[in-house]
């Protein structure tokens, strides 16, 4: 099942500079988009969502733009720090279908540098 | 803050045995979920569930899993007769609301490994 798609498994960034986090999905019924922090023992955290029907939505140091007819979306978090260090997984939601119901990419791991 | 919590940690059991992983969700939230990561993978959906029935399940929810909510506070996942590929890690989730948008909170998971 790839209908949600993280190509880079791992991403290394400088404290301070900004830290780039794509996702790109395959299925067009999928309506809300959202991106979890997961640390090691720990569940995913819920950082931030956009709908369909937004491109951009923004959280303090962390954005995610959608690109509706690219299939991608993307996390930026500016500035990054040491305490970001975790993995990044973005998820998808069907139109339709209980909020709960996400599909999930397969993560990237992100490593702030201090 | 509220938090979803799950017991055990960890739990292991011999194949063919049967496991109940507990969780209880945040005390406001309507909707509950399961879901699983084999290590190495992704998170992948289980089941969710609300007012006291199934709304939706994966093919991975096959009839060796079943989900209950006994007491209104605790949601349980039990795995009939556990089998070696069933080690995973298990995720309890809930959000407030079903179809509207609301973030689902999940807890710490619980490792179970079979052997």
């Known amino acids: 099942d790839q209908q949600v798609k993280q190509n880079s498994p791992s991403l290394s960034v400088q404290e301070g500079r900004i830290s780039i986090l794509n996702c790109d999905y395959t299925n067009s019924m999928f309506d809300y988009f959202l991106w979890y922090k997961k640390y090691p023992a720990e569940g995913p955290t819920f950082l931030i969502s956009?709908?369909?029907?937004?491109d951009k939505n923004e959280d303090g140091r962390f954005t995610v733009f959608l690109n509706k007819s690219a299939k991608h979306l993307s996390l930026h978090i500016v500035p990054s720090q040491p305490g970001d260090s975790a993995v990044y997984f973005c998820?998808?939601?069907?139109?339709?279908?209980?909020?709960?119901?996400?599909?999930f990419g397969q993560g990237t791991i992100l490593t702030v540098h201090p | 803050e509220p938090e979803v919590t799950q017991t055990p940690s960890h739990q292991v059991t011999q194949m063919g045995q049967e496991v109940i992983l507990r969780c209880v969700p945040i005390s406001n939230h309507l909707y509950f979920y399961w879901y699983r990561q084999i290590l190495g993978q992704k998170v992948e959906f289980l089941v969710s569930?609300?007012?006291?029935?199934?709304?939706?399940k994966s093919e991975i929810f096959d009839d060796q899993f079943s989900v209950e909510r006994p007491d209104g506070s605790n949601f349980t996942l039990k795995i009939r007769s556990t089998k070696l590929e069933d080690s995973a890690m298990y995720f309890c989730?809930?959000?407030?609301?079903?179809?509207?948008?609301?973030?689902?909170?999940f807890g710490q998971g619980t490792r179970l490994t079979v052997v």
């Open positions: 989730a809930s959000s407030e609301q079903g179809l509207t948008n609301t973030e689902a909170f």
């Open positions: 956009i709908s369909s029907i937004k």
């Open positions: 998820a998808a939601r069907p139109r339709g279908t209980s909020y709960g119901k996400l599909t």
């Open positions: 569930f609300y007012n006291n029935e199934i709304s939706e």
